[in-house]
C-alpha cells in the first residue's frame, strides 16, 4: 500500500517548456487535489477532482490543466513553463467529504524550478 | 487579511516544556478544523482533528472557540521529535467543500 505517490520528484525546466506531473493513488479515494506551496503563502489549491473523468478549478489554476482519465491518477500539465510557477507541488486524495471523511493524504511532492 | 492566519514563529522551545500556537479564521461559515503537521521538505500530514468540546490525543491537545473564531494547539512535554510546522487547516462548504490551509507556525524544541 503506497498510499500516494508523485512523479518525478524534482525537475528544472526552462521558461516555455512544458511537463506533466503525474500523482497516482491506491486508496480507491474519489476526491484527488493539486496544490503549490510558497514560502508565506501556505497550501493554494490549483485543481481538484470530485470523481474520474471530471475536474475543477481551485484557487490558483491560471496556467496549469489537469487530467482524471482514471479513478487512481491526476495529472498536472503545465503547458508553457514560467518563473513563477517555481514551487513545491502537493498531490493529494481524499474519501467523500460529504460523508465525513475529511483526511487529505498527501504525496511526496515535486520540486520544480523554472530558469 | 488572510482567511486562516497563523503567527509564523519559529518558536524555540526546551525539550520538555509546554507550547501553544493558536490559528485564527475569519469565515463564520467555517465548519471542520484540523491541526497538520509537515516536517522540513515533507508532505503534510493529520496530527488531529479539532472538535468544539476539545479533544485530547497524549501530550497533545486541541481546542476550538467558536466564538472568537479560533482553535489552539498544546503540546505537553515537548519531545525533539515534535520540532515541525504545524499547519492550521479549516474546511467550509460553498458549493463544495473548500480546504484552507493557514501558512504554519515553526516550532524547534532544543536539547
Known amino acids: 500500500n503506497a498510499g500516494v505517490t508523485q512523479t518525478p520528484k524534482f525537475r528544472v525546466l526552462k521558461t516555455g517548456q512544458s511537463m506533466t506531473l503525474l500523482c497516482a493513488q491506491d486508496?480507491?479515494?474519489?476526491?484527488m487535489y493539486w496544490y503549490r506551496q510558497d514560502p508565506g503563502m501556505g497550501l493554494r489549491l490549483i485543481h481538484y477532482?470530485?470523481?474520474?473523468?471530471?475536474?475543477a478549478k481551485g484557487e490558483v489554476p491560471d496556467g496549469y490543466n489537469v487530467s482524471r482519465l482514471k479513478k487512481q491518477n491526476f495529472l498536472l500539465g503545465l503547458e508553457s513553463a514560467a518563473p513563477s510557477q517555481t514551487s513545491v507541488y502537493f498531490c493529494?486524495?481524499?474519501?467523500?467529504?460529504?460523508?465525513?471523511?475529511?483526511?487529505?493524504?498527501f504525496g511526496p511532492g515535486t520540486r520544480l524550478t523554472v530558469t | 487579511r488572510k482567511e486562516v492566519e497563523q503567527d509564523p514563529g519559529p518558536f524555540n522551545v526546551p525539550e520538555g516544556a509546554t507550547v501553544a500556537f493558536n490559528c485564527t479564521y475569519s469565515n463564520s461559515a467555517s465548519q471542520s478544523f484540523f491541526w497538520y503537521r509537515q516536517d522540513c521538505r515533507k508532505e503534510p500530514k493529520l496530527l488531529m482533528s479539532v472538535y468544539s468540546s476539545g479533544n485530547e490525543d497524549g501530550r497533545f491537545t486541541a481546542q476550538l472557540n467558536r466564538a472568537s473564531q479560533y482553535i489552539s494547539l498544546l503540546i505537553r512535554d515537548s519531545k525533539l521529535s515534535d520540532s515541525a510546522t504545524y499547519l492550521c487547516v479549516v474546511i467550509r462548504t460553498s458549493g463544495t467543500y473548500k480546504y484552507i490551509f493557514g501558512t504554519g507556525t515553526r516550532l524547534k524544541v532544543l536539547a
Open positions: 477532482s470530485v470523481g474520474e473523468g471530471t475536474t
Open positions: 486508496m480507491n479515494h474519489e476526491y
Open positions: 493529494a486524495s481524499s474519501s467523500s467529504p460529504g460523508r465525513g471523511y475529511y483526511e487529505q493524504y
